[in-house]
């Protein structure tokens, strides 16, 4: 079966590929990373470009001579990261004061992290191209 294989970042149609039947389970498909069943539209490659919005998994067409929609940070992505910001000081400080530290020495031991005024200048940023930024490590969520 044909698939249509995207760029990972800008979701831009790179080409066609054959997704296989998977050989331990009848009927389903082995997909190629990044790719869709989805077929996208008609476009024309000399003017417009075609890419896959994989938030709302639809294909869109773009002008070339258009500037692409940049994702702002909202208030909202702000607030979360606050509420994770709060999370790694409060982690952070009972390392610390399990390990005999005054209060004084953890405040000095904290203050490499972001503040919320710092934070708060995020709001109508670009978003990075991988995404919002997270400040927690994966085992700290």
Known sequence: MQVF????????LIGIS???????????????AYSTEIVPPEFNPKTEIVYFDIDSKVWRKQDLDQEPPVPLISDR??????????LIKQ??????EKIG??????????????????????????IPSQGLPSLLHPEDK
Do not use: C
């Open 5 to 12: 294989t995207y760029n990972p970042v800008t979701g831009e």
């Open 18 to 32: 054959e997704a296989d039947e998977s050989p331990l389970e009848p009927g389903k498909l082995l997909m190629p």
């Open 77 to 86: 992505d702000v607030e979360y990261l606050k509420d994770e910001l709060k």
């Open 91 to 96: 982690k952070k400080s009972e390392i610390l």
């Open 101 to 126: 530290l005054s209060q004084k020495e953890i405040d000095i031991l904290l203050v490499d992290l972001p503040t919320e005024d710092i934070i708060n200048k995020l709001i109508g940023q670009p």
